[in-house]
Nanobody, 125 residues
Framework: VQLQASGGGLVQAGGSLRLSCAVS????????VGWFRQAPGKEREFVAA????????YYADSVKGRFTISRDNAKNTAYLQMNSLRPEDTAVYYC???????????????????WGQGTQVTVSS
C-alpha cells in the first residue's frame, strides 16, 4: 500500500488549503483513512479520520468546524479541506490508512500501519 500526500503550501492566517492523499495498492473504501500532523519538536497528533466503515468522521477538537475530511472512492483519494487556518496549524501533514484499526484507536498514530510521506503546511500570521 502506498499513500501520496500533496497540496501543502504557504498561506496567510484565515486562508484555506486542500490536501490530497492518493492511495494505491488498496481500495480506499475498504478501511480507515486519516490525517495527522507534526509540528517541529512536537509529537505527531491526530487531525481527522474516517473509521473502517467509512460512515463516521472523527476530528480533533482543535480543528472541528474548520477542517473537513472527505474521500472520492472512484479516484481512491482522500482529502482534507482546511479553512480558517491559524498559525498553530503549521506542521507537516501526513495521511494514514489501515484496514484493521478500531474506532477507539483512531487517534493514536501507533495503530496506523500505512503512511504517506507528508506535506508541509505553513500558516503565516
Amino acid at each position: 500500500v502506498q499513500l501520496q500526500a500533496s497540496g501543502g503550501g504557504l498561506v496567510q492566517a484565515g486562508g484555506s488549503l486542500r490536501l490530497s492523499c492518493a492511495v494505491s495498492g488498496r481500495t480506499l473504501s475498504r478501511g480507515a483513512v486519516g490525517w495527522f500532523r507534526q509540528a517541529p519538536g512536537k509529537e505527531r497528533e491526530f487531525v481527522a479520520a474516517f473509521g473502517r466503515t467509512g460512515s463516521n468522521e472523527y476530528y480533533a477538537d482543535s480543528v472541528k468546524g474548520r477542517f473537513t475530511i472527505s474521500r472520492d472512492n472512484a479516484k481512491n483519494t482522500a482529502y482534507l479541506q482546511m479553512n480558517s487556518l491559524r498559525p498553530e496549524d503549521t506542521a507537516v501533514y501526513y495521511c494514514a490508512a489501515s484496514t484493521s484499526i478500531i474506532t477507539s484507536s483512531l487517534r493514536d498514530p501507533r495503530y496506523w500501519n500505512n503512511w504517506g510521506q507528508g506535506t508541509q503546511v505553513t500558516v503565516s500570521s
